[in-house]
């Protein structure tokens, strides 16, 4: 009866949106389910995947991505960047409105102004507002006054240094176009009154039961052949918090998208080697794609720790022999279905641009190798080599009990222990942990983004990086790399700090994620991406 009174609902928002809708059984509605729920839709609160989702049907900024993860213009039909790399000047387009709202004049949706970005831009670094993306220009401008609008369709960022992977960055969500008007009215309320100049606006939303959003049908972007997109008439979110419960309701076609396939019913879909099992073949479309998320474990370096300073973790060679002694394949086969790559070519995941498996060399399967740099460290056989513990969260206990078994094949004893995801985050941050289960997920598309992990500058509990990397000859190549604003060039810097990483090795990697999402087999369009991004713009749906 709630699934009835649901739908009736929502068609009777298509219907009052949709002046001149003839015939509503030609509409198309794409359902999905937001298992993690939603706090916001204010971009500038775009901390999760689910918001990440959503406000990219909402917004646009300056620039977007396309499925290569290479930058095309958005907003901005073209820009330029001095020679020195302080100043990027973004030309806009002329035909981008706001959606319609009652804060506008006879509530028509304006033109969008470089003013617009001003405002956009200086709300992410006021401290008032407390954004989750204050990050992004709080180290890279002096200000409000390093965004300048030189006029309405000429606007300008002014840095306070370099930063080569700059049009990358602006490529997130927190880096949208907002409108004064509407987001000075509601203020905080902003959150459930967005308006923004997506290919959908916003119609509905209860918490935690239901999100509408309906076609914009003054978008500006058009396809190809010159139709006006989205294709799509509406998009509903529903928020059944249990994974397996809405795989459910996918497969009985209540659902047109599902993302991720857990444990609990892993086996059940996929085979080892990570195809559909014969129970679902043919039922749906499944794509796979490398997932810039690289899943390691991490090892505090720093021996003037107090929490180092009689731990073998110290030991570089303890380190090296924990890497070697991981059967990553077989790791990936038994306890992921394949549906990931082993961890054997550096922090950078594959998938990332400029990736390239043959420039560094991280580590394989080589038990031999860890008993005797076992064996060279002092402990021969582990023999007298202390217990270390190592924890986690209880979602990747399965795969920690593995690498427990296989460090206690060359010698090496471990104590898993299991902390709640929050607590753990926290004393991470604090190096609380001296080895600890962990991944990196890419704010951006750009390399940087992960080896700033490892900067000295970063060190926790200020930045990133928790294992407390300090390397002379790193940081040097990442000071370097901000001056390098050619691609291929900065790429091999980035391959270089890669490999003195993996020398080091203050992490273990483990595997390189991919995404995993289904469609139903009426849907076409869709958009796969390294940052599984969700572009709803070009779907279609055949009813």
Request: a positive charge; one cysteine or more; charged letters at 20%.
């Amino acid at each position: 009866m709630n699934k009835l009174v649901n739908w009736l609902g929502l068609i009777c928002l298509i219907i009052a949106s949709c002046s001149n809708c003839d015939n509503l059984s030609q509409k198309t509605v794409f359902h999905l389910n937001l298992d993690d729920g939603l706090t916001s839709l204010d971009p500038a609160f775009a901390r999760n995947q689910n918001a990440i989702w959503m406000d990219n049907q909402i917004y646009n900024g300056l620039v977007q991505l396309d499925d290569s993860l290479h930058i095309k213009p958005c907003i901005a039909k073209s820009w330029q960047i001095s020679t020195d790399g302080l100043q990027y000047t973004f030309h806009l387009r002329s035909n981008v409105h706001f959606q319609d709202d009652g804060q506008f004049k006879n509530g028509k949706g304006r033109k969008v102004t470089a003013a617009d970005f001003v405002y956009s831009f200086s709300r992410l670094i006021d401290a008032k507002i407390g954004s989750s993306g204050s990050w992004i220009f709080s180290d890279k401008v002096s200000g409000r006054q390093s965004f300048l609008a030189l006029d309405d369709s000429t606007f300008r960022i002014i840095l306070k240094q370099p930063f080569p992977p700059m049009l990358s960055l602006l490529s997130s969500e927190y880096c949208v176009v907002v409108p004064h008007e509407v987001v000075d009215f509601y203020g905080k309320d902003f959150r459930s009154h967005p308006v923004g100049t997506g290919p959908f606006k916003f119609k509905y939303w209860k918490e935690g039961e239901v999100l509408v959003l309906l076609k914009n049908e003054n978008y500006w972007e058009k396809d190809s052949a010159g139709y006006s997109l989205p294709y799509l008439d509406a998009v509903k979110a529903s928020f059944i918090p249990d994974k397996q419960t809405s795989f459910m309701s996918f497969i009985k076609k209540d659902l047109d998208f599902f993302n991720g396939i857990n444990g609990s019913y892993r086996d059940d879909i996929l085979t080892k080697s990570g195809h559909i099992t014969k129970k679902y073949r043919g039922k749906f479309i499944m794509v796979t794609h490398p997932y810039l998320n690289t899943e390691y474990l991490g090892i505090i370096v720093d021996s003037s720790q107090t929490i180092m300073k009689n731990s073998p973790l110290r030991l570089l060679k303890i380190r090296q022999a924990i890497n070697y002694a991981i059967d990553r394949q077989s790791m990936v086969k038994y306890l992921r279905n394949s549906l990931c790559t082993p961890g054997t070519s550096g922090f950078i995941p594959e998938g990332m641009p400029g990736f390239d498996a043959s420039k560094v060399a991280g580590y394989n399967y080589n038990p031999e190798k860890a008993r005797k740099l076992l064996t060279e460290a002092g402990f021969p056989n582990g023999n007298g080599l202390p217990e270390i513990t190592l924890t986690t969260v209880s979602s990747y206990r399965d795969l920690i009990e593995y690498i427990q078994g296989e460090l206690e094949q060359v010698g090496i004893k471990t104590r898993i222990e299991v902390m709640e995801g929050a607590s753990l985050r926290e004393q991470i941050a604090k190096n609380g942990v001296p080895f600890f289960r962990a991944s990196w997920n890419a704010d951006y598309p750009d390399g940087e983004n992960y080896l700033s992990v490892f900067y000295s500058k970063n060190k926790s509990p200020y930045g990133p990086n928790y294992t407390n990397f300090n390397n002379k000859a790193f940081d040097a190549l990442f000071t370097q790399s901000y001056l390098v604003n050619n691609d291929t060039a900065r790429y091999r810097l980035y391959q270089q700090m890669d490999n003195l990483v993996m020398q080091q090795s203050p992490v273990v990697v483990l595997y390189y994620d991919k995404l995993v999402n289904l469609y139903q087999n009426n849907i076409s369009g869709y958009s796969v991406n390294g940052m599984n991004l969700l572009g709803l713009k070009r779907v279609k749906k055949v009813n």
